[in-house]
């Protein structure tokens, strides 16, 4: 089993930033991937960044130039830093942790606006 910690959510003017973290604990693999999805309201949850353990990342299309994803592998974190935030990146964003099996944080609130 593994349990994922975020924070770092919370209230952000158009054009600031944000960094959310998340922590795992419990069974942690090498080789895993650690990554960052969102949920806006009425909108299917969907892909931002992800992170794997030998150091390659992705982005969503959305994101790129904006966010950038690191991990502290002796902490078993992960970071999204955001940037230039916009009023469509508002959303629940939930931390994932994947090897053999996908677990999933409690998600923490990001809410773009002025």
């Known amino acids: 089993q593994v349990q994922l910690v975020e924070s770092g959510g919370g209230l952000v003017q158009p054009g600031g930033s944000l960094r959310l973290s998340c922590a795992a604990s419990g069974s942690i693999f090498e080789g895993n991937v650690m990554g960052w999805y969102r949920q806006a309201p009425e909108k299917q949850r969907e892909f931002v960044a992800r992170s794997f353990s030998g150091g390659s990342t992705n982005y969503a299309d959305s994101v790129k130039g904006r966010f950038t994803i690191s991990r502290d592998n002796a902490k078993n974190t992960v970071y999204l830093h955001m940037n230039s935030l916009k009023p469509e990146d508002t959303a629940v964003y939930y931390c994932?942790?994947?090897?053999?099996?996908?677990?999933w944080g409690q998600g923490t609130q990001v809410t773009v606006s002025s």
């Open positions: 994932y942790y994947r090897w053999a099996s996908d677990y």
